[in-house]
């Protein structure tokens, strides 16, 4: 039995019902951090611990309990109740942990009682399971541990199809439209970007930014902003959510994506903008630019804009290529199947 210890989101929901209904994956069980979702039907291989858990704390430690004692291989997915290993430390060689990305930088940051919680179980899984080595590398680096790299897209989220692939040729453009950024986490360093880019305003017919996702509120404002006195009408935010197709629809119509973040994020929308045969800039110094570029997926440094601007062609024909080998749905299928025999 395998047991995924996740919240609920946006990333969860669909990887549920895609393992139980698409893979048709046996022996798996999902504990949810997260009040009982009205869309899912009970079943036995489905439970919630009670929130607030303090104050359900031997109801939760009971459940936590059994159903790790059951279970021949637990799944992280992130870095959730982590302080239930330390009273259960023996079930962490169980463990593998689903690397979302956010956790390996705060390891960098956070002091106290919560980052030794974090460093003491982490430090002890026997798998770390992502689509960016550079993370698995990164995790063993900062924790002094040897956990094995396990390859996965993880969510549906990463998962794209090429049949809509068709490189965007900017040299047969008059006027270019941008997506910059992807949120309104200040990861994202959108002030940055929009100095880079100022140069090239007579280049540009409209600045999309998405900030309908996070938050952080008071960046968001600091954002719109700036970007409303830097490029006027031609700086458009976007502050309302969108269903899946609705975005990809929206992404069709955009010339060059310019990612700025700090560290691995966005990796959806980069994937999808992949697929569509967009130009995509990147920061160079983190694990997603690295990991793309070694497996020969076509991105660029965002430091080529400041030394040749935006009005040039670059090369993404190997990104179909690319996507299938490594994002296809056949493929996250397969890496399920393997994921759900680790031991």
């Known amino acids: 039995m395998t047991l995924h210890i996740l919240f609920q989101d946006k990333f969860s ?8 209904e698409e893979v048709n994956l046996h022996e798996q069980q999902f504990l949810f951090i997260a009040e ?6 009970p079943s036995d ?10 104050k359900n704390i031997l109801y939760n430690l009971k459940l936590f309990y059994q159903l790790c004692f059951n279970a021949k291989h637990i799944i992280l997915h992130g870095d959730l109740i982590l302080q239930f290993f330390l009273v259960f430390p023996f079930f962490i060689r169980k463990c593998s942990w689903l690397i979302y990305g956010q956790e390996l930088y705060s390891l960098k940051t956070e002091k106290g009682r919560k980052a030794w919680v974090k460093k003491f179980v982490l430090s002890r899984v026997k798998n770390h399971i992502t689509h960016i080595k550079g993370d698995s590398d990164l995790a063993n680096m900062l924790l002094k541990s040897k956990a094995n790299f396990v390859y996965s897209p993880m969510y549906l989220s990463n998962v794209v199809d090429t049949s809509q692939f068709k490189p965007t040729m900017i040299s047969e453009k008059n006027k270019l439209k941008l997506l910059v950024g992807n949120s309104t986490d200040p990861t994202n360093n959108h002030k940055a970007i929009f100095e880079k880019i100022l140069k090239y305003s007579e280049d540009i017919e409209v600045i999309y930014c998405p900030l309908s996702y996070g938050i952080y509120q008071d960046y968001k404002d600091q954002i719109k902003a700036l970007g409303h006195e830097m490029f006027g009408s031609k700086f458009v935010p976007v502050e309302n959510f969108m269903s899946f197709e609705e975005y990809r629809t929206f992404l069709m119509s955009i010339d060059i994506a310019i990612f700025n973040h700090n560290r691995q994020e966005a990796m959806g929308v980069t994937l999808t903008l992949m697929s ?3 130009i995509i800039y990147m920061n160079s110094h ?18 080529l804009i ?7 062609d670059r090369s993404v024909d190997q990104n179909a290529d690319f996507l299938k080998k490594n994002y296809s749905k056949e493929v996250y299928k397969e890496t399920l199947i393997t994921i759900s025999k680790l031991r």
């Open 306 to 312: 400041d030394q040749e601007g935006l009005k040039i």
């Open 36 to 41: 009982k979702h009205s869309n899912l039907i």
């Open 276 to 278: 569509l045969g967009k």
């Open 286 to 303: 983190t694990t997603s630019f690295e990991s793309f570029t070694a497996r020969g997926g076509e991105v660029y440094d965002i430091a």
């Open 45 to 54: 291989n489905l439970f919630y611990l009670r929130l607030p858990i303090r």
């Open 13 to 20: 929901l669909p990887f549920y019902h895609f393992v139980k």
